[in-house]
């Protein structure tokens, strides 16, 4: 099986988008600076620590996860915004669309929103994740015909090799349609060094590898560009305090936004879990933490 292709960090961003129009997924070496590393490192490893592990077979049962990383560090702004990665993200999430308002034929793009954030640490004896596309919360239809949901990241915090877990990637995979199983024999790791980073697109089959050294932990920062087309249209969470919300109907709690609903979508880290926003609206919230598994699908 052919691995991904590695591009060096001074490529210019069209390689990325070809190799990822191509593959589905990159590598790009030294795509940290080595200040940004060693700020990342410095910030989260000691946070991932105190960190539960998972409490389901896909989050890892020896997996810790640290999210809302922007709360934690601000070394994600050099991830976010770096030129191989917010560059070649618009290119596949600001499709524009023709649509009709009125007499005018208008030309409508989406931008690009923060997805998600997140550190994964997987311990020795960590198995494989299932293979899965992380735009599967959004439902999203494939082939995707170049037009994507969620452009995703994972910058090596250490360095990643097949034994330790570095992410397994099926190359090709962003173009198969929504019938076709993954196997684990089709998936290739990602080895690359500490502040390399593998880019992929939420269509690509992927999987967090398996740790089967004695005593080696695989460390990620990892982070998604959204289309902003993927949320809601009114920003409920700015227009009402969550005093107010609590006021509600549990229905209307939900629709209003505080769900994750069964596809996982607007989940708040709890205890190091990935949860349903519901529970902190419950004056009893004790239940979050005494093990309400997320079960998070991507
Ligand atoms: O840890 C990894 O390498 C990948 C994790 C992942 O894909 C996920 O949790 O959605
Ligand atoms: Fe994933």
Redesign the pocket.
Known sequence: MVGLCRLSCDAPASDVVTALERDGGVIVEAFLSTTTLAGLRRDLLPLLERQSTGRDGFAGFKTRRLSALFAHTRHCVEIATHPLYLGPAEHFLCRSREVWVGNDRLSLAADIRIGVTQA?Q?APGQGA?PL?R?DTAFLWRHPTEGREGRVQI?CALSDFTAEN?G?LVIPGSHLWDDARKPELSEAVPTVMKAGSALIFLGSTF????ANTTASEYRT?A?LALDASNVRQEENMYLSLSSEQVATYPEQIQRLLGWSAGTNHMGWVEIDGQMVDPIHLLRSDSSSVLKGVGAGRH?
Do not use: R, S, Y
Not at 206 to 209: C, F, I, L, Q, V
């Open positions: 994964i997987l994740q899965h992380d994972i877990g992410t992927h999987a967090g590898g990620a990892g991507t």
